[in-house]
């Protein structure tokens, strides 16, 4: 089996499925040989276990359009579609826990007739790229997977491995542009699902890392800091020029309730962290000498890994600052 990357709220049914995240994509899956891949009794038992879960035989088409069930919370999307996939299961595996799913894919059976299946993977986000790469099998092997699931929740950064074993999703975009509106999709993320022209993954959210000030607190503090550092108090434009904008600030009384105030405030999480400082961490690096033609990554002579340079203890330095 292979598969494809969607994301949106759409779900297709006669496809194998993985939604992945740029923070977040949906897959779908393709045959891509005539081998069989054989599921035991006990994992259909262990699949199908509750009662809810199985889509019964029968659908019926005029109560569903008489209570308007394809039609909730306003939506089109699904206006016409009533019984439209009866009887039909899906297979659906995640990495991450969101409530929100539930309610909507039980709204999605009631119209459409088809049931699907939500799976979580155990230890979640640590353990999809495995989970993926079993379940969809490898780039050498694509028919290596087991094959269980239609569909996926995943990230990103696990395509890659398995993108050999994903459905092209350019015919059903080209098909159903008026709804997935792929070019509406941010470039970055349109070339993150890519591999040779072929689109296999269509992106469901991604994160922006933005900075955002107050601009309350520079009209509060304009004159002050005017008269304390002989400087007109504006917005930044580099790290540097926040970081000292920030010094001067922090402790200060910005709500007038007696209490010290923050200059900076940045989220703990690592990966928000890192995005804050790519411009530093992936541009063309200095040393006293001048342009060093490197990044921080790898050496771009050899492809050694970067550690022990300048660039890296200046973006500590600065992580440093930021964390005081």
């Known amino acids: 089996?292979?598969?494809?990357?969607?994301?949106?709220?759409?779900?297709?049914?006669?496809?194998?499925?993985?939604i992945i995240a740029t923070a977040a994509l949906l897959v779908l899956v393709n045959p891509v040989s005539s081998q069989d891949v054989t599921v035991t009794k006990e994992q259909c038992d262990e699949l199908y276990a509750s009662e809810e879960t199985v889509v019964a035989s029968g659908c019926?088409?005029?109560?569903?359009?008489?209570?308007?069930?394809?039609?909730l919370h306003g939506s089109t999307y699904l206006e016409g579609k009533c019984c439209a996939h009866s009887g039909v299961n899906v297979n659906l595996l995640a990495f991450e826990k969101a409530p929100e799913w539930e309610p909507r894919l039980k709204e999605y059976k009631k119209c459409t007739g088809a049931n699907v299946l939500l799976t979580y993977v155990e230890g979640g986000e640590d353990s999809m790229a495995g989970a993926i790469l079993d379940d969809v099998?490898?780039?050498?092997?694509?028919?290596?997977?087991?094959?269980i699931y239609d569909a996926y929740i995943v990230q990103g950064?696990?395509?890659?491995?398995?993108?050999?074993?994903?459905?092209?999703?350019?015919?059903?975009?080209?098909?159903?542009?008026?709804?997935?509106?792929?070019?509406?999709i941010n470039s970055a993320s349109r070339n993150a699902v890519t591999y040779g022209g072929e689109v296999v993954a269509l992106p469901l959210d991604s994160d922006n890392i933005a900075i955002g000030y107050r601009q309350d607190l520079m009209n509060k503090y304009a004159k002050w800091y005017q008269d304390?550092?002989?400087?007109?108090?504006?917005?930044?434009?580099?790290?540097?020029?926040?970081?000292?904008?920030?010094?001067?600030?922090?402790?200060l009384n910005h709500?007038?309730?007696?209490?010290?105030?923050?200059?900076?405030?940045?989220?703990?999480?690592?990966?928000?962290?890192?995005?804050?400082?790519?411009?530093?961490?992936?541009?063309?690096?200095f040393d006293e000498s001048g342009s060093t033609g490197q990044n921080i990554f790898f050496d771009t002579n050899?492809?050694?890994?970067?550690?022990?340079?300048?660039?890296?203890?200046?973006?500590?330095?600065?992580?440093l600052s930021l964390c005081l």
């Open 157 to 184: 950064p696990w395509v890659p491995q398995v993108h050999e074993g994903l459905l092209a999703l350019n015919d059903l975009i080209k098909a159903n542009q008026d709804v997935i509106r792929f070019d509406d």
């Open 60 to 71: 019926n088409k005029t109560a569903c359009e008489i209570n308007g069930d394809c039609t």
């Open 228 to 251: 304390t550092f002989g400087e007109e108090l504006k917005a930044p434009n580099t790290v540097e020029e926040m970081l000292t904008i920030s010094e001067r600030i922090n402790g």
């Open 255 to 285: 709500t007038d309730d007696g209490e010290a105030g923050w200059g900076f405030c940045l989220t703990p999480q690592t990966n928000y962290f890192q995005a804050f400082l790519a411009p530093i961490m992936t541009v063309n690096q």
């Open 1 to 18: 089996m292979a598969t494809t990357a969607l994301g949106g709220s759409g779900t297709l049914m006669f496809q194998r499925w993985v």
């Open 137 to 147: 099998g490898s780039n050498d092997d694509p028919t290596s997977g087991q094959g």
């Open 302 to 319: 050899n492809f050694q890994p970067l550690i022990h340079n300048v660039s890296i203890l200046y973006l500590f330095q600065k992580g």
